[in-house]
């Protein structure tokens, strides 16, 4: 089924689209630069942009590390990047009640991987009506998103996205399956890759998450190349202070040369 995510179709048989952005809201000028940096890409790509940030990033390894503003602040901030920018716009929800919320703001509510499972969180995303992207979790199959995806169907919602993000291969290690694509790819559900939470390695610095983002580039082609509707990749101008992911997050720099060349290879794929 194809829908769309404010102007940016998604399906089986739409155009390659980047959901991309900073981990976490930093600030307001910040999301306002990296959005218009993305929207001079996708321009200059022919690609559409999906902008996503997170107001809270509730499951960071440590108690002491930085979350985000904030649901208040950070959906006013969201709506400022919409109103500047006219890219559309998305967010993690990480409670039911946080859903309709955020549904007034955004244009598609993302279920983070741990919380995919949460079937009262999943329904409430549903019920808004938005687009509902969910994150694949580390620790299943990807066989077991069907459950996810009735639990959305059966709310009344048939605008799913599912987005694959590495599995759980021992500890403080992801490893990238790219025959998942195509598993749930038969759930009718358009499929995302996300190139840089793939080169996570979860926990590895103790406090914090581990990661190697010179390899995102290289999952995201291969990503396109095993099928993927779409790319999910995390961005900033300064990746080193970013104040979440900074060890896997990807510099902006090296966003429109790595679409010049998935989108060949989508074109390539598909024919």
Same mark, same amino acid.
């Given at each position: 089924?194809?829908?769309? !995510?404010?102007?940016?179709?998604?399906?089986?048989?739409? %155009?390659?689209?980047?959901?991309?952005?900073?981990?976490?809201?930093?600030?307001?000028?910040?999301?306002?630069?990296?959005? #218009?940096?993305?929207?001079?890409? #996708?321009?200059?790509?022919?690609?559409?942009?999906i902008f996503k940030a997170s107001f809270d990033k509730a499951?960071?390894?440590? =108690?002491?590390?930085?979350?985000?503003?904030?649901?208040?602040? &950070? @959906?006013?901030?969201?709506?400022?990047?919409?109103?500047?920018?006219?890219?559309?716009?998305?967010?993690?929800?990480?409670? %039911?009640?946080?859903?309709?919320?955020?549904?007034?703001?955004?244009?598609? *509510?993302?279920? %983070?991987?741990?919380?995919?499972?949460?079937?009262?969180?999943?329904?409430?995303?549903?019920?808004?009506?938005?687009?509902?992207?969910?994150?694949? &979790?580390?620790?299943?199959?990807?066989?077991?998103?069907?459950?996810?995806?009735?639990?959305?169907?059966?709310?009344?919602?048939?605008?799913?996205? @599912?987005?694959?993000?590495?599995?759980?291969? #021992?500890?403080?290690? =992801?490893?990238?399956?790219?025959?998942?694509?195509?598993?749930?790819?038969? @759930?009718?559900?358009?499929? !995302?890759?996300?190139?840089?939470?793939?080169?996570?390695?979860? &926990? &590895?610095?103790?406090?914090?998450?581990? #990661?190697?983002?010179?390899?995102?580039?290289?999952?995201?082609?291969?990503?396109?190349?095993?099928?993927?509707?779409?790319?999910?990749?995390?961005?900033?101008?300064?990746?080193?202070k970013s104040k979440s992911d900074a060890a896997c997050i990807?510099? =902006?720099?090296?966003?429109?040369? @790595? *679409?010049?060349?998935?989108?060949?290879?989508?074109?390539?794929?598909?024919?």
């Open positions: 089924m194809n829908f769309k !995510i404010g102007g940016v179709e998604i399906g089986l048989e739409a %155009p390659l689209f980047v959901m991309a952005g900073p981990c976490v809201i930093e600030s307001k000028a910040c999301c306002l630069d990296i959005a #218009g940096k993305l929207l001079a890409i #996708g321009r200059r790509t022919d690609t559409p942009i499951n960071r390894s440590s =108690l002491h590390s930085f979350r985000g503003p904030g649901i208040d602040k &950070g @959906l006013e901030i969201l709506a400022a990047v919409r109103q500047d920018t006219g890219l559309p716009v998305m967010t993690d929800v990480h409670e %039911p009640a946080q859903a309709a919320l955020a549904a007034e703001v955004v244009d598609c *509510l993302q279920v %983070p991987a741990f919380l995919c499972r949460q079937t009262d969180l999943l329904c409430a995303c549903a019920r808004t009506g938005k687009p509902v992207n969910v994150k694949k &979790g580390q620790f299943l199959s990807p066989v077991e998103m069907q459950n996810v995806v009735e639990k959305i169907r059966a709310s009344g919602n048939e605008k799913i996205a @599912l987005t694959e993000r590495g599995t759980f291969f #021992g500890y403080n290690r =992801l490893v990238s399956d790219m025959t998942a694509i195509e598993i749930m790819k038969r @759930l009718g559900c358009p499929v !995302i890759f996300d190139a840089t939470h793939s080169t996570q390695q979860p &926990g &590895g610095l103790g406090d914090a998450s581990a #990661g190697r983002r010179e390899m995102a580039p290289i999952l995201a082609k291969a990503a396109v190349a095993a099928g993927a509707d779409g790319l999910f990749i995390e961005v900033h101008t300064d990746p080193e990807m510099p =902006l720099d090296w966003l429109e040369e @790595l *679409l010049t060349v998935c989108k060949r290879i989508f074109s390539a794929v598909r024919g």
